[in-house]
Nanobody, 120 residues
Framework: QVQLVESGGGLVQPGGSLRLSCTAS????????MGWYRQAPGKQRELVAV???????KYADSMAGRFTISRDNAKNTVYLQMNSLKFEDTAVYYC??????????????WGQGTQVTVSS
């Protein structure tokens, strides 16, 4: 089994910054990709950013330029630096990992989610 543990969410004012972290642990052989998704109340879960391998990144258009995803492969950890936060960034942010497990199977995992609230 593989577990994803997120941290770093919280309450921030508009224009502020937050940094989310997600660490994967368990029966990991290697990790193909790690990323962040978010889900606001009444809306579908959407991609925020993903990092494939060590350095190939993809962002949702509305986050590009404000958010930065990075990864520490040695720690199986992915980070999301969020700057210039807006009210509409309020959501539960979920970590996702595409993992080669030690049994040789490729599996996809989700974290439990961390709340980000942008409010004045």
């Amino acid at each position: 089994q593989v577990q994803l543990v997120e941290s770093g969410g919280g309450l921030v004012q508009p224009g502020g910054s937050l940094r989310l972290s997600c660490t994967a642990s368990g029966s990991i052989s290697s990790i193909y990709a790690m990323g962040w998704y978010r889900q606001a109340p009444g809306k579908q879960r959407e991609l925020v950013a993903v990092i494939i391998g060590g350095d190939t990144t993809k962002y949702a258009d509305s986050m590009a330029g404000r958010f930065t995803i990075s990864r520490d492969n040695a720690k199986n950890t992915v980070y999301l630096q969020m700057n210039s936060l807006k009210f509409e960034d309020t959501a539960v942010y979920y970590c996702n990992a595409d993992v080669l497990v030690v049994d040789g199977r490729r599996r996809n995992y989700w974290g439990q989610g961390t709340q980000v609230t942008v409010s004045s």
